[in-house]
Structures are given as structure tokens and as C-alpha cells.
């Protein structure tokens, strides 16, 4: 290879006019400099900096496509040749086949160097060979890659290489591939090729027999098996299978899940025990029946006191129905350190009652138990409160009175203290002293607990938190006075002050001026004021904001002449991808307005074309003009937003807005699927908060089903 010809070329090209993730690709003529040089330490450095630039966590952009054949050429010259082959495996994976995005002539490009990249499958070093074998199946290109992948697999020899080949031609062709696979599960193939084997079954689509079944169990534990694999989707394979075969949604598949993570959890192997904790925390954040059918396996879980910490996060997933783990994390819990704090914080989830006390006993050093006894995380273990307990009472008022507390701690103390309401009274005067400390979070709680004869010298203490406290403590403290007392004095103050033109506290300001609707009549003005205006680009925030004043204009006022241009404004300018949430403000807002808002009425309707916020738009099209709405249309669009977790409470009260005239059969039928599936529909979000989600949301699609009949 002419380097100083293929330098020539590199400088040619207008890189610094070009984009990666970092802005201008100026830099990659010096990076593909280094992988030609002999400074081993510079070309690895360009590696990364390119993975970090133009595969950046998975994107690439336009820089990337230009740079795809000089990797390519570098690669067939000797350079850095495997490395650059895992990088444009990684350019080509995340693809698509058709479209003009960049990902899709990303996909074209790497494609482009396919006699390049398969002629690597032959090299005399296994590794690049696998690296070829890789990159070509990530091109997509079945019929150019297939042949080669099976030339090679007829005469190679090495397992790791083996393995390679099958999981690529799994990859390019899943059905076409099973049967190879089911030949390759015996005890007579090595483990590698074995493990790969069993993959490309699952990915085939053939029913998990008794066959695969011993063979998982045999090859357990499996993860060592594909570490050195370039497929990072599959690196934990019992995982991955138990995943796989509880998407499938079948009595059939669940039962082969749960019979395989039931054999694999009495495993005598630790590390396959440990490999089976995570397959089952995994099923339970997929699968509505998980914690009941795996409840069975608790006992001989926990037999091993080694295993008992191995499992914290799965038995807090299991909930009540790890009972037999209790005396187990009880003792743990009872312990020194983090350690104790872990166990402490399981049995939070399983046994609240038998936490209390022990929470109680040593509350400064139980941090993680405190948050999830709080709902700091996820909204409750189980979205009920933590259960009310005298002596832990005690032991957060003496943490209050001892003036310890940080400010996270104080925060969760002064929420777990106002989810038991009027039973913590005996708190009022920690909690009063601990408002500076948490003036966002304190407020609501004194209005949980504050008996009556207390309310006025409460009131008090917060009017002048409102009027003289920290910035961001007065509008909490504003609004728990008027809670407290009817008084909108201090909030209609407190509002005023916070509606700044460009201020950060706009939005929460605006929100709680339209709460008080007409009374609010004075903030007029000064919500006219902290309008962003339409010059220049928005941000997220002020097109946010922007929403809640024309709401707040509405309420207060009654007359849309000024709340419906500020939310056309708001609906013209969010981009949709990135503005969603936006766009769902704007929309509930002009669903307010109702039919005064009906010059909304073609831009909401554009929104209803595409992937965005399609719950709040049906609401507002019902509430502006109903016969604008095709009503089956939009049900199909409201189930499909919700069977795909995009805003499912807001699709399931649409849905119920629109009545039953608008569900057909099938409609209907979706609806009961959503309720009595398996497959949990809120399936994301932080871990403790899902099971919670899911089941309100459950409920709530049980009652819109019996409404609708």
C-alpha cells in the first residue's frame, strides 16, 4: 500500500465540513496517521478516540460513512487489521438496510468492503478471522456473506472461530440456521461452540426441548463460554435465553423459562447460581407471573448463607413472596456496615414490618434501607407506604433533634414522615426545625402531619419560609400555606417573584398560578412578562414553560385570545423527536381550552402521523373538535402507543374518552391483552419502581376493558 498516495487522498477530503459526535471530523486524518505509524501506544489511542467520535455509544454520523473505506483500506493493508475490523462491524450493526439515514449508508458502506472484509476469513490468525466473520454478518448482506461463512466453517478447526461463524450465519439467517445448530448441542462439540449452539436455536425460533434444556444446565456456568464473543448482546447466555423464551409469549416457552431458572438456582456451582439471580431479576422485570413461579425456589436459594447477598436485588423483586428468606436477611441485616444496609434494604421489599424496627435501631448507617423504606426509588417497593412504626418514629426524631441529617436524608425522612400523615404528629417540631434543611421536600410534609390546633403557628413558620427562605423552598412553602389555611396571599407573592423572564422556576410558578385560576387574576401581567416570546430558538425549558402560562392564561382568565397563539407558537417550534414531552404539555393544555382551541386543530392533527406524544394529542382533538377524530384510527393509534409503553396511562384515558363506539372487536381484544398478558407493558425505568408501574397500569387497563364492554 502507497501511504503517501492514500495520505494524499485522506487529505483530500473535506473533513473539517463533516460531523461526528464531537462536531467537526477535522481530526480524522490524524487518527488514521496513527494507526499507520509504529507507535503501538498512538494507534491504540486513535482507536478509541475514533470509537468515542465516530461510533460514538452506538451512533455514527456522516463523518462516519466517509471514513469507511480508508478503516477498510488501512485494514487490508496489515493495519491495526482486527481492531478495524471490530469497528466496522460496530459502523455496519446498528443499520439499517434501506432509508437515506446515516445509519443506513453507514450499513451500504461497510458493505461496499466486503471483498476486503471476507477475504480476512481465511487469514492464518484465528482472531482475524473472527473479527471477519463479524463485521460481514453486521453488513446484513445474507447472500454475499452466507456462502463464505459456510465455505469456512467446513474446514475450521478452532472452537472460538467456530463459535464465530455459527453465531454470524445465526445472525444473517436465524431459521435457516437452526438446524446446524441443533447438531452442534451435544456433549461431543466443545463448550463454546456448544453455548453459541444454543443461542442460534432460540434466535431460530425451534421449541426448547428436554435436549436444550440439559445442555444449558451442562454448560452452566456460561458466561466465561462467549466472553472473548464480539456479539455483546449475547454475553450472558442463560439470560439471554430466558428472555427470548418469555418474549414469546407461550404457556409452552414461560413454562420451559421458569423450569430452566427453577433447575439453574438449585445449581451446585455458585457461579451458576449467580448467573441464574440475574437471568431470574431479568424475568421479573419482563414477566407479570415471574415472582410467584420462582417464589418456589427462595428457600434453597438462601440455604447457602453465601448465596443470601448474591441475591438482595432479586429477592426485593420477589417482594412478600420471598417470606422464606426473611430470617436469613433479618440476621444479615442485623450486622455491621453496607453489608447489613443491603440486607436491610431486601428486607425493606419482602417483610416491612420485620425492617421497622431494625431501621430503627441503627438509622444513621442505613442509608440504601432508608431510601427504599421512603419510595425514594421508584415510587414504593410495592406503591403502598412503608408501615407506620412508633419506634421508628422515635428514632427519626432523635436523627432530626441531633441535626445530622444531609440534605438527601432529611428529604427522606420528611417523605416517609408524610406518607403516615397524622400518625407522625409527634414529629411537628423536628420537622419544623428541619425545613431550612430540605425546603422542598419538608413543606408538604408539615401539611401531612400538622394536626389542627397547630395549623396557625405552622402557617407561620412557612409565610415567612415563602416570603424570606431559600429560592427554590418558597414556592412549596407558599402552597403548603395556602393547603394549610385557604390564604393564597403568600403563593400569589411567592409566584409573582418566581415568574422571571427566563427563570428557572418559571414552569412551577405558572403551574401553580393556574391552580388557583381566577384568584390568580393579578398574575396576569407578570405571566405575559415571562413569556419566552417566539424570536430565536426555544429551549426544551421555556417551550415548557411557555405551555403552563398559556394554561395558567386560560385558567385564570377564561379568555383564549392570548393562551391559544402562545401554544400554537410552543406546537410549531418543538422538534418532535427530542421535544416530545413538550408537545404532550402543549397538548393537555389546549385539551383544557377545549373547542375555543380549534385553530390547534391542524397541527395536532399532524402530530397524530408520527411516533409523538399520540395519548395527549387524541385527548385534545376529543375535547377541541371531536369530528375531527377518526375514532377506530385514533384507538389503534392509543393501543399501539400504550402496547408499546409510549405514555400508556395517557393512551388508556384516551381511549376511555373516546367510548365505546370508537373500539372494534380486535380493539377490545388488545385492550384485555393488556390487562391479562404476561409480558409486562411498563417494562422500563429505574428496577424498583417497574413491577409497581406495571400493575397500576394493569389495573387501570382492567377497569378501562369494563368500562368499554
Known sequence: MDLTRFFADVDAQPWA??????????????HLRALAGESEEAASEAISELYGSILHQGSVYGATVHAVPYLARL??????????????????????????????????????????????????????????????????????????????????TDPRVRAELLGAMAHLDPPGTAAEATGAIGAHEPGEVRIVALLACVDGGLPWEAAH???????????????????????EPLQYVVEELLRRDTDADRAAAYTLLAAALRSAAPEARAEAVWAAETACLLSRSAPERLAGAVEELTADPADVSSAYSLLAKLGFRAAAAVPALARLAGGEGDPADRALEALVAVAPDRAAPLLARDLERRPRA???????????????????????????????????????????????????????????PELRSALPGAPRAVPKALVAICPPEHRETTAELLTAAARTGPADGRLPAAAAVRELTGDAGPLLAAVADRLTPGGPAVQEAARLAAELGPEAVGLVPALRSALSGSGGERTSPQLDADAEIAAALWRITGDPEEAVPVLAGVLAEAEPTWMRWTLGRAARAAALIGEAARPLVPALEGLLDGR????????????????????????????????????????????????????????????????????????????????????????QAREAARGLT
Open 75 to 156: 485494514a487490508a493493508a496489515g493495519h491495526r487489521t482486527e481492531d478495524l475490523l471490530v469497528l466496522l462491524g460496530g459502523i455496519a450493526e446498528g443499520g439499517a438496510d434501506e432509508g437515506d439515514s446515516d445509519e443506513a449508508a453507514c450499513r451500504t458502506a461497510v458493505a461496499g468492503q466486503l471483498p476486503l472484509i471476507l477475504a480476512r476469513i481465511d487469514a492464518e490468525d484465528p482472531g482475524l478471522r473472527r473479527a471477519a466473520a463479524w463485521a460481514a454478518a453486521m453488513t446484513g448482506a445474507a447472500g454475499q456473506v452466507l456462502p463464505a461463512l459456510r465455505m469456512r466453517g467446513q474446514t475450521e
Open 370 to 428: 432508608l431510601a427504599a423504606a421512603c419510595g425514594f426509588l421508584g415510587g414504593g417497593t410495592a406503591g403502598t407506604p412503608f408501615p407506620y412504626d412508633a419506634v421508628l418514629l422515635d428514632a427519626i426524631r432523635a436523627r432530626l433533634r441531633g441535626g445530622g441529617p444531609g440534605g438527601n436524608e432529611t428529604i427522606r425522612l420528611a417523605l416517609l414522615l408524610g406518607a403516615w400523615g397524622s400518625r407522625a404528629s409527634a414529629a411537628l
Open 612 to 699: 409523538v406524544q399520540v395519548p395527549p394529542v387524541v385527548l385534545a382533538l376529543h375535547a377541541i373538535a371531536p369530528e375531527h377524530l377518526d375514532g377506530p384510527r385514533a384507538a389503534a393509534l392509543l393501543l399501539e402507543a400504550a402496547e408499546r409503553d409510549d405514555d400508556a396511562a395517557t393512551a388508556l384515558e384516551a381511549l376511555v374518552a373516546l367510548g365505546p363506539a370508537a373500539l372494534t372487536p380486535d380493539h377490545r381484544r388488545r385492550l384485555t391483552d393488556l390487562a391479562e398478558r404476561d409480558l409486562r407493558v411498563r417494562a422500563s425505568g429505574l428496577e424498583p419502581g417497574i413491577a409497581p408501574a406495571d400493575e397500576r397500569l394493569r389495573e
Open 17 to 30: 465540513e463533516l460531523h461526528h459526535a464531537y462536531g467537526s471530523a477535522a481530526d480524522i486524518p490524524g
Open 213 to 235: 434444556h440439559a445442555a444449558m444446565l451442562s454448560l452452566l456456568p456460561a458466561n466465561d463460554l462467549v466472553q472473548d464473543r464480539l456479539d455483546l448482546e449475547r454475553n
